[in-house]
């Protein structure tokens, strides 16, 4: 095997699981790589917000969140699948941990899904344009 296909999913936008799913799956195997399904936590038990949560919510949503990709990765791909895939769960600013999990997973290709932009996404940008932007590795995003 050769690198990682990086499957970028959004546990918020389950419509989306499956395409995203189906197609780093497809491409893994396409490229001999093995698949790697990503999700990012916001990054709020360092910021003001913080203090509104009880001690240990971050590593409680970590763990969920965790639970969650495997989950997903099951119902959609099967039990044997999901047992080879890495499942990784990040915390901080979606596009930066992105591409910090394509690079230290050495990733051939990201997947990943992106919305139609609205004008406020010209403005500041929305992550699926900053990771194609950013990227090492050629990405593959998916429209609706």
Known sequence: MTGTVLAAIDLAHPENHKKILTEAQVMAKLRGASLTLVTVIPDFGMSIIGTY????????????????????????????ADDEIKHVVCHGAVYEEILGAADKFNAVLIVMAAHRPDFRDYLLGPNAARVVRHS???VLVLRD
């Open 53 to 80: 949560f009880e001690e240990g919510a971050e590593q409680k949503v970590l763990k969920d969140a965790a639970k969650a990709l495997h989950q997903v990765a099951t119902d959609i791909l099967g039990k044997t």
């Open 136 to 138: 090492n590795c050629s």
